[in-house]
């Protein structure tokens, strides 16, 4: 398990010339997961708009990033390449960037322990932060589905990712004729996963165990419910993290010295409601805009998926 000490950068706001580039929220550790890029549930934009409005010091990519499961070659979207690109530009700026593997890019397992530069592959984490140390994973080994009927979560996948773009023509139609949007993705997960974890015990088990590891939080992802709430185990209490997804809530976990762990929703963030205004794409932008497949194919032999 990869462990990280974690200091804090001196207080106080980023300085910024008037009339530039808009502030950065400074956050000192930002957890995403469950993005799903590659498919076409996947909010790419959305995701590349809010990292650009913060400047992590520590980000955890904490599963499900890139959807290995459902991948085709035949659907990877130049804006979900940028969010590749914008992340490798992190890495190289100095942002601390864990990636811990998830099942739909289990694949990634047979590199744990990878480290390049700020970047680092592995399976879970913890962060030794000044309000406890924090344990952090996908999830996906206490989901009852993932351990017993894989084949089953798989065709699970395919068969949500259908009803994502189902429900794209239902609200395409509902908004020509003036009603408002439905999500069918959203209400047909939440209870079919709230039926699967009144049988894992999803939360509980997480929490029982870093009780017993002497974790003060556990982190997870994989269920795409965004949560923060304190468990009470045999140990004593511990505080369940879940960073929820980047296909229907749109949420990521937060921590600053100040306030601790949050949650975000960049649908209830007045700022990324604005309008933005469009980025003056670089060379290597457009390059990848004009041919992200063969962009793709190099990333893919990189790592001997191809």
């Given amino acids: 398990m990869s462990k990280a000490t974690f200091s804090l950068p001196e207080s106080g706001p980023f300085n910024s010339a ?75 700026k100095g942002t601390k960037i864990h990636y811990l593997t998830g099942n ?43 351990r017993h009927s894989r084949w089953l979560a798989k065709l699970g996948g395919h068969g949500y990712d259908l009803l994502i773009l189902i429900n794209r023509v239902v609200n395409y139609l509902l908004g020509k004729l ?3 949007r439905v999500a ?8 079919v996963k709230s039926a699967v974890a009144a049988v894992s ?27 923060i709430k304190t468990l009470s185990t045999e140990k004593g209490e511990v505080i369940y993290l879940n960073s929820g997804d980047w296909v229907e809530n749109l949420t990521a976990l937060e921590y600053t010295a ?22 003056t794409p670089d060379a290597a932008e457009r390059q990848a805009d004009a041919n992200p497949a063969a962009l793709l194919e190099v990333l893919l032999a990189e790592f001997g998926m191809k």
């Fill in 18 to 92: 008037p009339n530039k580039v808009p502030r950065k929220r400074r956050v000192q550790v930002t957890v995403i997961s469950d993005v799903h890029l590659g498919t076409y549930g996947c909010h790419a934009q959305e995701l590349l708009r809010y990292l650009k409005s913060i400047r992590p010091q520590v980000l955890v990519l904490n599963g499900d990033i890139v959807d290995i499961w459902q991948f085709s070659k035949n659907y990877w979207p130049p804006a979900h390449m940028r969010v590749v690109r914008y992340l490798a530009g992190l890495a190289a």
């Fill in 104 to 146: 739909h890019d289990e694949l990634l397992r047979k590199f744990a322990g990878l480290k390049l530069g700020q970047f680092r592959l592995d399976n879970k984490l913890v962060l030794d932060l000044p309000h406890g140390r924090t344990w952090l994973f996908h999830g996906d080994v206490f989901d009852v589905t993932m």
């Fill in 178 to 180: 003036g009603r408002p």
């Fill in 184 to 191: 069918l993705s959203k209400l047909v997960k939440e209870r």
């Fill in 201 to 227: 015990n999803f939360e509980e088990t997480a929490a029982a165990i870093a009780a017993d590891e002497g974790y003060r939080y556990v982190a997870c992802g994989h269920i795409h419910q965004p949560e």
């Fill in 258 to 279: 100040e306030a601790g762990w949050q949650l975000y929703y960049y649908n209830e963030d007045p700022a990324m409601q604005q309008p933005s205004s469009p980025d």
